[in-house]
């Protein structure tokens, strides 16, 4: 018996060890898209409950950077005919500059100057249909497949890269999207000519599920929107209370940097979905798109962490309900209790509830401050304070108010709603950042309209403070507002007329401190990470 038990502990030992070592093989492979001499504070490790992850292997801060990576792959993403370099989506057909050699379509001579000849060259094999917008369409909704299965050829090191992450194969198939998958992309694919002898159905299948299990999405602050891999990156794994937030930078890397303090041994996580989205609506787009069904601490806490954002008002004393815990059943159907005097819904009545207000959100005016302020009024009849229909209203709100230039005082009460709910769940993320900046534009409006007595006593001083953190995080995202230079400024005017005694206030960072910021925060050249890494 001690034999067999030895033996048995020592097969454990070996699958350990050469699970260990296939984890650092793979992070050599997928580090191949860093810098050259970026050492990244994690390792990467295996477990049954949650698959290859990363690790912190020292403490990292808040603000830190911890990860920057190029795309493996990039397209646009999107319904209609986009330049397939910048996205940048066109109406007319005359509009587009044509590659004379492969026939792909760019809104610029520019834009086609930038793509790689290696990609032209097997472009020029197919037989690419340029006479319509439908066809254009059509290549455009096809074009990061194309580039994933031509990566073999055009990037071999990228393509090694790619086919280490999941594809959910298994879980796909019978399923809408691969039926989907067969009838666009398949029978588009082979009508252009893609032969099946090189690149068979199921190569496809599989370049289609890595797509949909790990491709980022990212929005420039003009709308246009992008999908990428970046195969390091996708070895993060989800919470919903994520511990890093990510920028998508003009340059294309992608970057993470800690939005809350992280310690040494921790996993580090970002959020597959909406973080403001409630705990129903979260837990059943993973199981569909990403096909776990989550269990971090935010979705077995009935009360979402003390924000009772999924909560409705109690018909009897208008305190929060919430659903009871469910850990392990994908049907979300538990009852609802009221926390104050236990009156309890059926779930299916809660879920009448939700539909019937998203009947009414379709009749609404997205464009009009009056109507959403109007039915956001009416909901809170029925949703508590900070349910997430009302937050996703509240940020929409600010982005119309900002674009509008009206109502500063009404975009900081929504941006002080907002940002404390974001802040418990995000930490210092790029959404709380954006909100940051939109309250401290709200705020020098209201001062300079002679509205500073409606201010908090301080307000200033907070201001460049908190400019600071947020600048430095979004600085050179694409999603950052064009006028936020302006911003700073601006602050810099206003903190010298507001000086006249030489009062100390906090330093505004220059664009050179923030890189030299940035640098720094690059991990020390430790002896133990060397050696891990």
């Known amino acids: 018996m001690e034999m067999e038990l030895d033996k048995k502990r020592n097969e454990e030992e070996t699958t350990s060890k050469t699970t260990e070592e296939l984890l650092l093989r793979e992070l050599a492979v997928l580090k191949l898209g860093l810098d050259r001499n970026a050492k990244p504070p994690f390792v990467m490790k295996y477990s049954e409950e949650s698959g290859r992850g990363l690790i912190a292997n020292r403490n990292i801060k808040t603000g830190e950077i911890i990860l920057e990576e190029t795309a493996a792959v990039w397209g646009p993403k999107a319904s209609g005919a986009c330049c397939l370099q910048c996205s940048l989506e066109l109406c007319e057909l005359s509009s587009f500059h044509f590659c004379s050699l492969c026939h792909l379509h760019f809104c610029s001579a520019k834009c086609c100057s930038l793509q790689q000849s290696s990609e032209c060259a097997e472009m020029q094999k197919l037989s690419i249909n340029t006479d319509s917008l439908e066809s254009l369409s059509k290549l455009t909704l096809a074009i990061l497949v194309i580039r994933c299965l031509f990566l073999p050829l055009t990037a071999p090191q990228d393509s090694i890269k790619i086919r280490l992450l999941q594809d959910h194969m298994e879980e796909r198939k019978g399923t809408k999207l691969q039926k989907l998958c067969q009838e666009f992309l398949v029978n588009y694919l082979r009508d252009i000519g893609l032969d099946q002898k090189q690149i068979s159905n199921n190569d496809i299948y599989q370049v289609c599920g890595i797509l949909d299990s790990n491709a980022f999405e990212s929005k420039t602050f003009d709308g246009v929107e992008n999908r990428a891999v970046f195969p390091l990156s996708a070895m993060v794994n989800s919470s919903c209370l994520p511990n890093m937030t990510h920028v998508t930078r003009k340059d294309r890397k992608m970057v993470f940097v800690a939005s809350r303090d992280i310690q040494e041994g921790q996993e580090l996580f970002i959020c597959y979905t909406g973080t403001r989205w409630g705990n129903i609506t979260r837990r059943k787009h993973l199981l569909l798109t990403k096909h776990f069904l989550c269990r971090c601490p935010r979705c077995l806490d009935p009360t979402e962490c003390g924000t009772f954002i999924s909560s409705i008002k109690c018909p ?148 460049i403070l908190q400019f600071d953190e947020a600048y430095s995080l979004i600085k050179y995202d694409v999603q950052a507002p064009v006028t936020i230079n302006d911003l700073q400024l601006t602050l810099e005017i206003l903190k010298e007329e507001r000086n006249p005694n030489n009062k100390e206030y906090p330093k505004l960072a220059t664009t050179e401190e923030h890189s030299a910021k940035d640098n720094a925060h690059q991990p020390p050249n430790g002896e133990s990470m060397e050696r891990v890494i």
């Open 316 to 463: 009897e004393c208008k305190r929060n309900m919430v659903q009871e815990a469910q850990s392990d059943s994908t049907e979300c159907n538990m009852p609802w209790h009221c926390q104050k005097c236990r009156h309890k819904m059926e779930h299916k009545k809660v879920v009448a509830i939700e539909t019937m207000i998203g009947q009414m959100l379709k009749l609404v005016n997205k464009n009009s401050t009056h109507h959403l302020e109007q039915v956001s009024r009416k909901l809170k009849r029925v949703l508590t304070s900070h349910h997430y229909i009302l937050l996703e209203m509240y940020m929409s709100l600010v982005t119309l108010y900002e674009k509008k230039k009206e109502r500063p005082e009404r975009i900081v009460e929504l941006c002080n709603i907002l940002l404390p709910v974001l802040q418990k769940l995000e930490g210092s993320s790029r959404a709380v950042a954006l909100l940051v900046i939109a309250r401290i534009c709200a705020q020098v409006s209201m001062y300079k309209d002679g509205k500073e007595e409606f201010l908090n006593s301080g307000w200033f001083e907070e201001s």
